[in-house]
């Protein structure tokens, strides 16, 4: 069976945008709203309200007209009156091509996956098992959507998932400790690519007891957690970790300002679409030249100065907010959009140029140090 939620939701816009604009549409954040186009009529005055009965729903991309159509998945809709925009989505969901606004470069990738045991590894869906149950305590603690986590998994951490010599004793690594299993009892952000593969994740610790809280699969290279759902033609994001990129729509997670060049090398539709790109790094002082660099390539930059911790239950009650998932959780001045993603036009109007943000950055820290 077909399913068409492979279909990224930018793509799913933008086509809802081309087969009705022409009958008087109006967007919010949870759905489209316009003049059915088959039992509407278009208002013949500048003056008449147009009737407004059909709506396409962003959570389920249902067509409806509380009029003359029951509700069913606007995809049958664009294959029954826009073929052409069904079959260009039905490309892009396979693979096989299609056209879009932004230029399209192979992403390379490096094979050799993980190879975590049967059992070991058990999807956020299972929740019934205790461990899945622990996981999914964390996310909701964080306020991670339900629709984002339900794809994650938790990683067990038994004894029987190490690694083991044919004669049944423990595989040591060079250091004399047992291998496998390296990331039980930790929460798997896989970094799905398009068609919903995945080698490279987050593993974040789920008893906050580790001295590395993150750690990635290093037997794959790095990627852009959500590389292959950007687009470009529009204004993007860059943060530094998953988890806080699932708050913002159109956003990718670098792993920090390291990785950040390889991915701009590797992918020049970053410099050709620069003036789009928003720059998101955690509000701390580290890196603070290397910042600079980002935005001396031409990005955007939010600006972390004037917001603070004002959630009287935080142990950091008073202090600056560091990162995207802490402001959502402790400052109120963060507008929250309904669905649960961090307002667009919050963001914004909180970004700099990248020429005033060097400005700023050197008013603040100092001008660069020379080296």
């Known amino acids: 069976m077909v399913d068409f939620r492979d279909i990224p939701n930018a793509d799913m816009e933008a086509a809802v945008h081309e ?34 009965k059909a709506y396409v729903y962003k959570d389920t991309w249902n067509f409806v007209c509380y009029k003359c159509k029951p509700m069913h998945n606007v995809m049958w ?8 925009i069904f079959r260009r989505l039905m490309f892009m969901m396979y693979g096989k091509g299609g ?20 059992g070991e590894l058990v999807s956020l869906e299972e929740e019934n ?38 004669d049944g004793t423990l595989k040591l690594n060079a250091y004399g400790l047992p291998t496998g299993n390296e990331y039980g009892n930790r929460l798997i952000i896989p970094y799905y690519r398009f068609g919903g593969s995945w080698i490279q994740f987050d593993a974040r610790d789920l008893s906050d007891k580790s001295k590395m809280r993150y750690r990635n699969y290093a037997g794959a290279k790095r990627e852009l957690y959500n590389g292959d759902f950007i687009h470009f033609n ?13 708050f913002i729509k159109n956003s990718v997670a670098v792993g920090g300002l390291k990785h950040f060049k390889s991915f ?23 890196g603070i030249d290397d910042l600079r660099t980002v935005m001396n390539m ?3 930059w939010f600006d972390w100065s004037k917001f603070r911790n004002d959630n009287p239950q935080s142990p950091d009650f008073g202090g600056k907010v560091k990162d995207i998932n802490e402001a959502v ?39 660069p140090k020379k080296r």
Not at 77 to 84: L, M, N, W
Not at 99 to 118: L, M, S
Not at 268 to 280: A, C, M, Q, R, S
Request: hydrophobic share 35%; aromatic share 16%; glycine share 4%.
């Open 77 to 84: 809709e664009f294959k029954e009156s826009h073929p052409e």
């Open 329 to 367: 959780l402790n400052c109120s001045e963060f507008k929250m959009t309904p669905d649960g993603y961090v307002d667009p036009e919050f963001i914004m109007a909180h970004t700099y140029s990248a020429e005033a943000g060097i400005m700023l950055l050197n008013m603040k820290y100092g001008a």
């Open 99 to 118: 056209t879009t606004p932004q230029k399209r470069y192979e992403r390379k990738y490096v094979e050799g996956a993980y190879q975590f045991k049967d």
């Open 298 to 300: 031409g990005f955007k």
């Open 264 to 286: 701009v090398e590797a992918d020049p539709n970053f410099l050709e679409y620069k003036e789009n790109g928003v720059i998101i790094f955690d509000a701390d002082e580290a």
């Open 129 to 166: 098992d205790p461990d899945v149950q622990t996981a999914i305590a964390f996310c909701q603690k964080r306020h991670i959507r339900e629709k984002v986590y339900k794809s994650w998994f938790v990683c067990k951490r038994d004894k029987r998932f190490l690694d083991k010599n044919p």
């Open 234 to 246: 529009k204004p993007f994001f860059m943060l530094e970790g998953a988890i806080d990129s699932t």
């Open 19 to 52: 087969a009705f604009d022409q009958y008087s549409l109006v967007e919010d954040y949870n759905s489209f709203n316009f003049v059915c186009p088959y039992c509407g009529q278009m208002p013949n005055s500048e003056f008449k309200k147009p009737e407004r």
